[in-house]
Nanobody, 123 residues
Framework: QVQLVESGGGLVQVGDSLRLSCAAS????????MGWFRQAPGKEREFVAA????????YYEDSVRDRFTISKDNVKNTVYLQMNRLKPEDTAVYYC????????????????WGQGTQVTVSS
């Protein structure tokens, strides 16, 4: 099992930036993909971005592609989500997740999840 601990959420204004962190520990040897998902009140959990365990091949949901950047520090086993030009519709609880499947954006294939961190963008 992989343990994931997120941090970095908060309350920001429209247009601000925020960086989320996710520290992975435990049995990470079988992890192929690290991802970020988000869930807004009353909505389904949705894919945001993901990256291969080696810190390569990032991919994004279309609405964040030009504003968010996912990266990974392979020494610290920490994944980051840099979020720029934040919008009110980015308000959600953001979850870090780990998958044994390569190049997936389907929540079903992510077997380990963090506790979530709240991001609120105020207009």
């Amino acid at each position: 099992q992989v343990q994931l601990v997120e941090s970095g959420g908060g309350l920001v204004q429209v247009g601000d930036s925020l960086r989320l962190s996710c520290a992975a520990s435990g049995r990470t040897s079988s992890t192929y993909t690290m991802g970020w998902f988000r869930q807004a009140p009353g909505k389904e959990r949705e894919f945001v971005a993901a990256i291969g365990w080696g810190g390569i091949n990032p991919y994004y949901e279309d609405s964040v592609r030009d504003r968010f950047t996912i990266s990974k520090d392979n020494v610290k086993n920490t994944v980051y989500l840099q979020m720029n030009r934040l919008k009110p519709e980015d308000t959600a609880v953001y979850y870090c997740a780990a998958s044994r499947t390569s190049y997936t954006r389907v929540a079903y294939y992510f077997g380990s999840w963090g506790q979530g961190t709240q991001v609120t963008v105020s207009s």
